[in-house]
């Protein structure tokens, strides 16, 4: 393994150089800024009286909250995630992947009234480069 600061030829898997004691073992660069994309939310004005926002969790965590005809867009690391979006009369979930493909996905999501519980869909419905 030659050392990338003096050129010395040190023997495979050391650690550091014999010669300059450098590290030869770098960790990847963990990068400070990780890619971002987005989701955007747009919750039709559909239900008349409910006026409670949607909150809106990805793999767990709540990122904010849409309130009835409103459009709101979260950035979303790269990756694969859950989406879960609960109003208390109404929940829906779904998974998506933000990648360089698809970076900015537009998710439509109405609630659809059942005779028990309610449905929020998440519906992809566009995404940008
Ligand atoms: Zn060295």
Do not use: W
Request: glycine share 10%.
């Amino acid at each position: 393994m030659i050392c990338s600061k003096c050129g010395n030829n040190n023997v495979e898997g050391a650690n550091f150089c014999t010669n300059c004691a450098s590290p030869l073992n770098q960790p990847p660069a963990i990068s400070a800024n990780p890619q971002t994309g987005s989701i955007t939310i747009t919750r039709p004005k559909k239900f008349l009286g409910c006026a409670v926002p949607y909150t809106v969790y990805i793999d767990g965590y709540l990122i904010g909250t849409v309130k009835n005809n409103q459009s709101v867009s979260f950035p979303v690391y790269y990756g694969n995630h859950n989406i879960r979006i609960n109003c208390g009369m109404g929940i829906g979930e779904s998974q998506f992947v933000i990648n360089d493909e698809y970076r900015h996905l537009v998710f439509n999501c109405p609630m659809r009234l059942g005779a028990f519980s309610n449905t929020i869909d998440i519906n992809l419905v566009g995404y940008q480069k």
